[in-house]
């Protein structure tokens, strides 16, 4: 039985670690060719040795996402070598500074939005520009967070980032959804990944207690993101465009 994403080119950007990374092992999964577009070469190489190990189809090109330049040519360097563009995970993305907004900095503000939202801006521009190219359609899925759909302390640059995302989403949905072009995004609860264990370190969160408020009294998988992202990739989600899906556990309904 062939895999829902069988013959398909998918890039995912921030793909070597976290949701990511459990995102690309489940694209190869389901018969995907995988381009992993990073600045991590490290972690994007030990990812890549991972789904090969396990008999899928990846490549890695190191890219940074708020390069114009860069994501253009790691876009043409897929293209050059698959033949084609099928669809993207757009989910580089960096935690920012979490703190109140007296005390954060234009600095630490200017980099937050420039990674997390100009970032998948320009990946959705070049993204479609190849999409509208190829005359295939195509289908885009782009990290938001329940961050983008509701408000969290001390997070003003990652919450107006992530917000943006879900705006940007939406609009570019109705651009683009007569040439068959479709775009999503997900909005992850608290996950079990890296950045989130950099959050808890550097904010002093008790994660007894922060999980005692989850609904499912629980954090998320990487894997159960990724899941969702597979389906709104994949044929399966034909007819959806333009949301922004809570996989949350709940917490968003709270």
Known sequence: MAGLLEGKTIVITG?????????ARRCAEEGAAVVIADINKTEAQIACDEI????????????????????????????????????????????????????????EFDRTVNVDLKGVWLCIKHEVEQFVAQGTGGSIVSTA????????????????????????????????????????????????????????????????????QEPMARFGNPREIAEAVVWLLSEQSSFVTGIAMPVDGGYTAL
């Open 52 to 107: 090969k190990a396990a008999g899928g189809n990846v490549m890695f090109v190191e890219t940074d996402v708020t390069d114009s330049a860069a994501v253009k040519a790691m876009l043409e360097k897929t293209v050059d070598t698959h033949g084609s563009l099928d669809g993207a995970f757009n989910n580089a993305g960096i935690e920012g500074a979490f703190t109140n907004i007296v005390k954060m900095t234009e600095a």
């Open 145 to 212: 967070s329940v961050a983008g759909l509701v408000g969290a302390r001390g997070g003003s640059a990652y919450c107006a980032a992530k917000h943006g995302v879900v705006g940007l989403t939406k609009s570019v949905a109705l651009e683009y959804a007569r040439k068959k072009i479709r775009v999503n995004a997900v909005c992850p609860g608290v996950i079990e990944t890296p950045m989130l264990d950099r959050l808890m370190t550097e904010t002093g969160l008790d994660r007894a207690a922060f999980e005692n």
């Open 15 to 23: 793909g070597s670690t976290g949701i990511g990374r459990a995102t």
